[in-house]
C-alpha cells in the first residue's frame, strides 16, 4: 500500500481561488491586523507567509511587532485600539505568546467579530455548542476541509488527536465530535499513558504535538489516514540553512502503511493559512450581507439544524 498524499497546497490554492471572487464582490477588501511578539523564527515565519498570501488576494495587512518583555497593558491597548478601528476587519495574535495567561488574556481582548483566528472565548463557545456566527480556529477548519476535498469520511469513525492546545487540538475534536463529522473522539497529550495502543485504534490519526518521529510506523495500523499537524526544524546539513523543516511522523515509513497522508511542508500548514483567508472574508461579509457570494461555510455542514 502506499499513501495518497493529501495535497494541502493544491486544496489551498482552488480555496484561495474561490476567495477571491468572494473579495471581488465586497465594498472593500479584508485588512487583517497581525500582532507579533518576540523574534521566534516560526512566528515569523508564520506571519510573513499570511501577510504573502493576503497581499496575493488583495487583502491588506498591518503588521505590528513587540520586543519579548513587553508589558502586557501595552499589547491589550493596541488590541483595544485595533477593535475600534473601523478600517480592520480581523485581528491575530501570533502564538505563542510570552506565557499561557498572556496568551489568553490577548486571545480575550480581540473583539470576538474581529477575531479571524477563533480563540476568542466567546467564539470558542460558540465552537462547542455548535452554534453558528463565531470563527472556527483556522488550523482545524483547514484539517476538516483536507478531509472532505478527499472524500475521507469522519461519520462514525475514530478519530485520535495527538495534543491539547486551544490552537489544534482542542478545537479539532470539538469540530470532529460535532454533530455534522460524528467522529468519536480521543484526545490524547504528554500525560496519556499507552499512547501507542490508542493511536493504532485510530480510523483517523491527527498528530499535533510538535514532536519529530513521534509517530512511528508499528504505531499505526494499516490503512489508517493520517494528518500531521507538527511543524518541526531538526538538524540537517543537506538543506540550507542547515535546518529543514518535517512533521511528527516519520513520513518514509508511513506512505507505506497508511491510506492518506499529509506531507510536511504541504499539507496541513497551507490549509491553516488559507482558512485565515476565509475568515477574513467571512468577517467583511457580515458587515455587508447582500455581497456575500459564498459556499455554505463549514459550521453549516458541522452544526446542522
Ligand atoms: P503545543 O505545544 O501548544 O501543544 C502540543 C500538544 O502536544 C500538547 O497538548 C502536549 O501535551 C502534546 N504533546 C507533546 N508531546 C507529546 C507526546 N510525547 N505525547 C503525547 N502528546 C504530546 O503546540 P501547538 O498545538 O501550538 O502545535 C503543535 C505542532 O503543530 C507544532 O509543531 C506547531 O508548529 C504545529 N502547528 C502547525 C500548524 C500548521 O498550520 N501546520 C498550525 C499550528 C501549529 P500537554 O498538553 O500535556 O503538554
Known amino acids: 500500500m502506499v499513501a495518497e498524499l493529501l495535497d494541502g497546497k493544491r486544496v489551498a490554492a482552488e480555496i484561495l481561488e ?7 464582490c465586497l465594498p472593500h477588501p479584508p485588512c487583517i491586523a497581525f500582532l507579533r511578539i518576540g523574534e521566534n523564527a516560526a512566528s515569523r515565519f508564520y506571519v ?5 498570501v493576503a497581499k496575493d488576494l488583495g ?9 519579548e518583555q ?16 473601523g478600517e480592520i476587519d480581523g485581528i491575530l495574535v ?15 481582548a480581540v473583539d470576538p467579530a474581529k477575531d479571524v483566528d477563533g480563540f476568542h472565548p466567546y467564539n470558542f463557545g460558540l465552537l462547542a455548542q455548535e452554534r453558528p456566527g463565531g470563527f472556527i480556529p483556522c488550523t482545524p477548519k483547514g484539517i476538516l476541509r483536507l478531509l472532505e476535498a478527499y472524500a475521507i469520511p469522519t461519520d462514525g ?23 455534522g463529522a460524528n467522529a468519536t473522539v480521543t484526545v490524547c497529550h504528554s500525560r496519556s499513558q499507552q499512547l501507542r495502543s490508542i493511536v493504532r485504534s485510530a480510523d483517523i490519526l491527527i498528530s499535533a504535538a510538535g514532536q519529530p518521529n513521534l509517530i512511528l510506523e508499528d504505531m499505526v495500523a494499516e490503512g489508517t489516514t493520517v494528518v500531521d499537524v507538527g511543524q518541526n526544524s531538526v538538524p540537517d546539513e543537506t538543506f540550507p540553512g542547515g535546518h529543514r523543516l518535517c512533521g511528527d511522523v516519520d513520513f518514509p515509513a508511513l506512505r507505506h502503511r497508511c ?14 493559512v488559507a482558512m485565515l483567508m476565509e475568515n477574513a472574508v467571512e468577517a467583511v461579509e457580515r458587515k455587508f450581507p447582500g455581497n456575500r457570494r459564498n ?8 452544526f446542522p439544524s
Do not use: Y
Not at 94 to 108: G, N, T, V
Not at 259 to 272: A, E
Open 94 to 108: 501570533q502564538a505563542p505568546l510570552p506565557s499561557r495567561e498572556f496568551q489568553r488574556s490577548a486571545f480575550a
Open 70 to 85: 513587553v508589558a502586557e497593558k501595552t499589547i491589550l491597548e493596541q488590541l483595544s485600539r485595533w477593535n475600534s478601528d
Open 18 to 24: 474561490g476567495l477571491r471572487r468572494r473579495i471581488a
Open 259 to 272: 491510506s492518506h497522508l499529509t506531507p510536511v511542508p504541504g499539507g496541513v500548514g497551507p490549509m491553516t
Open 295 to 302: 459556499d455554505p461555510p463549514i459550521e453549516q455542514k458541522c
Open 48 to 52: 510573513g507567509r499570511k501577510v504573502a
Open 157 to 179: 469513525r475514530h478519530a485520535v488527536i495527538v495534543g491539547r492546545s486551544l490552537i489544534v487540538g482542542r478545537p479539532l475534536s470539538l469540530l470532529l465530535q460535532s454533530h
Open 59 to 67: 487583502i491588506r495587512s498591518i503588521v505590528e511587532v513587540f520586543p
